[in-house]
């Protein structure tokens, strides 16, 4: 077909891989669509024989092996995209690397190799490229090194894409001589340095995401400059000092402004309501104070709002009432006061709600969406009270309503005295609830506990009795915020004393967050609370003391008899737990950080689901969120570790990766696996060669010819395999749920024991 000048067959599901003389036969091809298919193997030198070719576009493929040096020999290309194949760059030597012949592509003007282990480090320098570049992404390239000082040669520049790499070093300051770009997208690396002020020079600006990254300093004032055009500002997990600019308020064609997780500080001005058009605004995890301006109130056309995490005080603005369109509003761990308005009634779109751990009082509201929100929303308040559902006090028929406030004086004379047989009432109640408890409460001075009615009291200076303070020999183990004691309680009660240490970052909102979990999640596969000391320099969880302390230490114990079954009633139990935080709970839970280590085991040999310090809770409606909080290495999912996407399949990638551990008795760290090996590659082999045998524990069984069950456990232990390969699926939504994968264990066991017992009657 020697005069075709353009083949296109995106979209189709073809395989197979390109002919090595594909440049020979077609000579006047000018344009190759080919993406979105399953090709495969290498690109061939040979098709720079097609030397009119313009266009190359084979995104979407597995094509493998070095991106060929050839395809700089394209004198006329313009548009190069070899977007998500698993290509690398050659750098043995300058004269293969594909980054060192791309500047002989003068009429280059779309270049996208993003989603490739290219593996390799940026050019020295972009001297060379062509001018009429005009749009770069290599996002998610494990591309290393530094920016080159000489990035602002690329004048046409309008979008360049460096996102998800392990760039360091400063943003160069010749960024101002890129006139034309319209898109910076440097989140997810390791920049480091201030934000330059040349950013400011970008005028035709209308994306600026340097999220994830370790940025620092101010936030440039300047950015003010750039009101005209700028639509998205993301600066979110940085290291960010100083506080919000007063020229940010002027970019009033923002819809999208994120600079959450830094250190920011100060108040939020009422100048806020400048941003008229705004839909999502995430100032949370910062060191924000004051009262939260009513003019945020103005901006009618948010959709999510988040204030999380910072040091609001004051009452929640009665004028957010008129945000109809808001579907997120997070407040939680702030200092708000007073009572929820009744103007948020009004909010029928809003799917997600979290004023947890704030000192609001009164009545929560009934109406519009409050009817779908339950306890987690409100969990840890001064003073709320409300429907049984929501866990929290029922109201007095008088409670307060949150525009009382505004009674006249002559209305003083009714409310005095009622507020003082009220404060009298409560007073008696406190008191009588305090006897009844007939708990003695040692050293009040010392200790200050969490008002959880269902668990028993316990100060510090018990638990530095019950652990011989806090003495090495009754240590059970550390973990990432502190360690954890045996103890032992006035009253017999052995128990496991967590001690947060206060100095780790994170430690407390680890702290608040397990007694958040654990106060409201109840099911026989997860450990109990039985207390919560919280002072202003300690904080401790009192847990059930489990006597056959953690999967991790049965593995990898040299003495312990752990057989097939014992290891998968373990796996039954810990999928149980996992389908009851995913699917029995009034809101998902996902646990994030499920490793043998975490798995205890009680006298019986139950499991128990522990360590909940950085589980999180996914808003209604919600199948996923982000986190900056890093999990385990080895057994998070790749969403996870890549861009802290967090959502139940994660915990099922983890359960996987647990039950591949547990019967292999090979941790997922282990220093076999490397490059392209890992555990789940390692046992997916093993069962498509039928050597299931060569992985599992040795222990489990002798040679065939010597164990009569020999047949019966490789068929179970095959079973339990495909169903880890089944929880561990690369994408999320290709992964089973907890529900399919505790019903399928069940299933396996039972088979099992059938089995077992027919071989021992025949």
């Keep these: 077909m020697s005069k075709m000048t353009e083949l296109s067959l995106v979209g189709n599901q073809l395989s197979g891989s390109l002919t090595a003389d594909i440049g020979l036969g077609i000579p006047n091809l000018e344009k190759i669509y080919i993406g979105i298919n399953k090709l495969s193997g290498v690109i061939p030198n040979f098709i720079s024989n097609a030397s009119k070719l313009n266009v190359v576009d084979i ?436 128990v496991a004393v967590k001690i947060f240490d206060l100095q780790l970052e994170g430690a407390f909102k680890s702290f608040e967050r397990e007694c958040e979990m654990l106060s409201n999640i109840r099911h026989r596969n997860l450990i109990k609370i039985i207390s919560c000391c919280s002072q202003l320099d300690f904080k401790a969880l009192v847990l059930n003391y489990m006597t056959n302390g953690s999967l991790e230490k049965w593995l990898y114990s040299q003495n312990s008899s752990f057989n097939i079954l014992n290891r998968l009633n373990i796996m039954v139990d810990v999928a149980l737990a996992l389908e009851y935080l995913h699917h029995g709970y009034s809101v998902p839970i996902v646990h994030c950080d499920l490793k043998p280590s975490n798995i205890l085991l009680d006298d019986d040999m139950a499991a128990h689901v522990a360590d909940f310090g950085i589980a999180k809770l996914l808003g209604f409606g919600d199948s996923m969120t982000q986190t900056m909080t890093l999990a385990t290495v080895g057994y998070m999912a790749p969403e996870y570790g890549m861009d802290g996407i967090v959502s139940t399949q994660g915990d099922v990638h983890s359960f996987g990766i647990v039950v591949m551990e547990t019967f292999t008795k090979m941790k997922p760290t282990n220093e076999m696996f490397v490059d392209e090996m890992n555990l789940k590659q390692w046992v997916a082999n093993s069962l498509s060669s039928e050597a299931i045998a060569e992985v599992v524990d040795a222990n489990l069984f002798v040679t065939q010819e010597e164990d009569p069950d020999f047949v019966t456990k490789i068929d179970c232990l095959s079973s339990i395999m495909r169903l880890a390969l089944a929880c561990c699926a690369e994408l999320p939504d290709e992964r089973i749920n907890m529900q399919e994968a505790a019903a399928t264990l069940k299933k396996t066991k039972i088979k099992f024991l059938q089995d077992a017992a027919r071989s021992a009657h025949s």
């Design 59 to 494: 995104t979407d493929n597995s094509f493998s092996g070095f991106i060929p040096n050839k395809l700089c020999a394209l004198a006329k290309l313009e548009y190069l995209s070899l977007y998500q194949n698993n290509l690398k760059v050659d750098t043995s030597t300058p004269e293969v690397n594909i980054f060192s012949c791309l500047g002989n592509l003068r009429n280059l003007q779309v270049l996208i190799l993003g989603r490739n282990p290219l593996n390799a480090p940026l050019p020295i320098s972009f001297q060379n490229y062509s001018a009429s570049l005009q749009k770069i992404s290599l996002s998610e390239c494990k591309l290393k090194g530094s920016i080159p000082n000489d990035f602002g040669n690329l004048s046409s520049l309008i979008s360049i894409t460096l996102a998800g790499n392990q760039l360091s070093g400063l943003i160069p300051t010749s960024i101002e001589r890129l006139g034309s770009l319209q898109g910076l997208f440097l989140l997810y690396n390791k920049l480091q340095g201030h934000i330059p002020d040349e950013v400011c020079q970008l005028n035709k600006l209308a994306v600026l995401d340097l999220s994830q990254n370790q940025l620092s300093g101010f936030i440039p004032s300047c950015l003010g400059n750039l009101s005209a055009n700028l639509r998205i500002l993301s600066l979110a997990s940085n290291l960010l000092t100083s506080t919000l600019p007063s020229t940010l308020w002027e970019l009033e064609q923002v819809w999208f402004l994120n600079l959450s997780s830094n250190l920011l500080n100060g108040s939020l001005s009422q100048d806020i309501g400048k941003l008229k058009i705004v839909s999502s605004v995430d100032l949370s995890s910062n060191n924000l104070f004051g009262v939260i301006p009513s003019s945020v109130g103005d901006l009618l056309d948010l959709t999510n709002l988040s204030l999380a995490d910072n040091n609001c005080e004051g009452p929640i603005p009665s004028s957010f009432g008129k945000l109809k369109g808001l579907i997120l509003l997070d407040l939680s761990n702030n200092s708000l006061s007073e009572a929820i308005p009744r103007s948020l009634e009004a909010l029928l779109n809003l799917k997600y709600l979290n004023f947890s751990f704030n000192q609001l009082g009164g009545e929560i509201p009934e109406g519009g969406p409050f009817k779908n929100f339950s306890a987690p929303s409100f969990v840890s308040n001064k003073a709320l009270c409300g429907a049984a559902r929501l866990h929290v006090p029922p109201c007095k028929n008088n409670t307060l309503q949150p525009n009382s406030r505004k009674a006249t004086s002559s209305n003083l004379k009714y409310i005095i005295p009622a507020t003082i047989i009220a404060t009298i009432f409560l007073v008696a109640f406190v008191s009588i609830f305090i006897l009844h408890r007939k708990r003695k409460i040692e050293d009040a001075t010392e200790a200050t506990v969490l008002p959880q009615s269902l668990w028993r009291r316990v100060s510090h200076l018990e638990l530095l009795r019950a652990t011989n303070g806090f003495n090495d020999s009754n240590l059970l183990g550390s973990g990432r915020f502190g360690s954890v004691y045996k103890g032992t309680l006035s009253d017999g009660i052995d």
